[in-house]
């Protein structure tokens, strides 16, 4: 991977993480157009830049995350976020092999667009517009929909938790700014053990994903960049993203995924990938 390849990657996962088009299968697909090797270093970088991505989400929302008198905001988090942990733990090999296929995550680009085509019509009566009318039932409920992204790459976390909050009630804004919330946690455990659990194949043998960037100062200079250039990107997206979305809606992005998955599978099946 050459930096300019890392800094397109980075753009893109910026611009994917809180939109509702899945930020994993655009970057595995990115990287897939530019021919990367699908090596240890590769899937923990598309893993561990979006680390630089939800720093966005703490600096826009820095209020929310730093009132330290709210506790009940951070139960809430940790009680949604336990399922995916759980099943990310339980069936981390099999997730593995499902972002190594293009065409997996192509077509559930398309099942995502479909069912975005139809979400605004389902949820047309939510009432709940403030954090704090969550529920920890609530909060728990959105979590296991983000069990989803996890089972499926290519669904798209953010679709995942903003249809689960859709469905307990709350608002459009409200649904994916909870999201975003629930995103830190998340990522953040994502890329932890990514880098100091997760046993990364290495030269033939079992190595740590820190270990990885720090045997490497190019891997480690593609680390930083990518975090950076992820977080400046997401700080834009996501100011964007909350305004088209209470405008639109969400009919949009559904097109856009169908209309995408369906040019990666003809384009895989031309070049031999399907």
Same mark, same amino acid.
């Given at each position: 991977?050459?930096?300019?390849? $890392?800094?397109?990657?980075?753009?893109?996962?910026?611009?994917?993480?809180?939109?509702?088009?899945?930020?994993?299968?655009?970057?595995?697909?990115?990287? #897939?157009?530019?021919?990367?090797?699908?090596?240890?270093?590769?899937?923990?970088?598309? !893993?561990?830049?979006? @680390?630089?991505?939800?720093?966005? !989400?703490? !600096?826009?929302?820095?209020?929310?995350?730093?009132?330290? /008198?709210?506790?009940? @905001?951070?139960?809430?988090?940790?009680?949604?976020?336990?399922?995916?942990?759980?099943?990310?733990?339980?069936?981390?090999?099999?997730?593995?092999?499902?972002?190594?296929?293009?065409?997996?995550?192509?077509?559930? @680009?398309?099942?995502?667009?479909?069912?975005?085509?139809?979400?605004?019509?389902?949820? #047309?009566?939510?009432?709940?517009?403030?954090?704090?009318?969550?529920?920890?039932?609530?909060?728990?409920?959105?979590?296991?929909?983000?069990?989803?992204?996890?089972?499926?790459?290519?669904?798209?976390?953010?679709?995942? #938790?903003?249809?689960?909050?859709?469905?307990?009630?709350?608002?459009?804004?409200?649904?994916?700014?909870?999201?975003?919330?629930?995103? !830190?946690?998340?990522? $953040?455990?994502?890329?932890?053990?990514?880098?100091?659990?997760?046993?990364?194949?290495?030269?033939?043998?079992?190595?740590?994903?820190?270990?990885?960037?720090?045997?490497?100062?190019?891997?480690? /200079?593609?680390?930083?960049?990518?975090?950076?250039?992820?977080?400046?990107?997401?700080?834009?997206?996501?100011?964007?993203?909350?305004?088209?979305?209470?405008?639109?809606? @969400? /009919?949009?992005?559904?097109?856009?995924?169908?209309?995408?998955?369906?040019?990666?599978?003809?384009?895989?099946?031309?070049?031999?990938?399907?």
């Amino acid at each position: 991977m050459t930096l300019i390849q $890392a800094i397109v990657i980075a753009i893109v996962e910026g611009l994917t993480e809180f939109l509702p088009i899945s930020s994993t299968g655009h970057m595995v697909m990115t990287s #897939t157009a530019f021919g990367i090797e699908k090596e240890s270093f590769t899937k923990l970088f598309e !893993v561990s830049i979006q @680390f630089g991505a939800i720093l966005a !989400v703490v !600096v826009l929302y820095w209020r929310k995350f730093l009132d330290f /008198k709210s506790w009940t @905001f951070y139960a809430k988090l940790l009680l949604a976020v336990i399922p995916a942990l759980i099943f990310g733990k339980l069936f981390d090999d099999i997730i593995d092999e499902k972002l190594g296929s293009p065409v997996f995550i192509a077509s559930m @680009f398309i099942a995502g667009g479909i069912v975005l085509l139809f979400i605004d019509k389902l949820f #047309t009566k939510n009432t709940i517009e403030e954090e704090g009318k969550i529920s920890y039932v609530k909060a728990i409920i959105i979590g296991c929909f983000q069990v989803l992204a996890v089972a499926l790459p290519g669904i798209s976390r953010s679709a995942a #938790t903003i249809i689960g909050g859709m469905s307990q009630k709350l608002t459009r804004k409200l649904a994916a700014e909870f999201s975003f919330f629930l995103a !830190v946690p998340t990522m $953040a455990a994502a890329t932890l053990y990514s880098l100091f659990l997760k046993d990364w194949p290495q030269d033939g043998a079992a190595t740590k994903g820190y270990k990885i960037l720090l045997g490497n100062s190019d891997n480690l /200079k593609l680390f930083a960049v990518g975090n950076v250039v992820a977080f400046v990107v997401a700080l834009i997206a996501i100011k964007f993203f909350i305004g088209f979305l209470q405008k639109h809606g @969400f /009919k949009i992005f559904g097109w856009y995924r169908i209309i995408a998955g369906i040019l990666l599978l003809v384009w895989l099946w031309k070049s031999g990938q399907f």
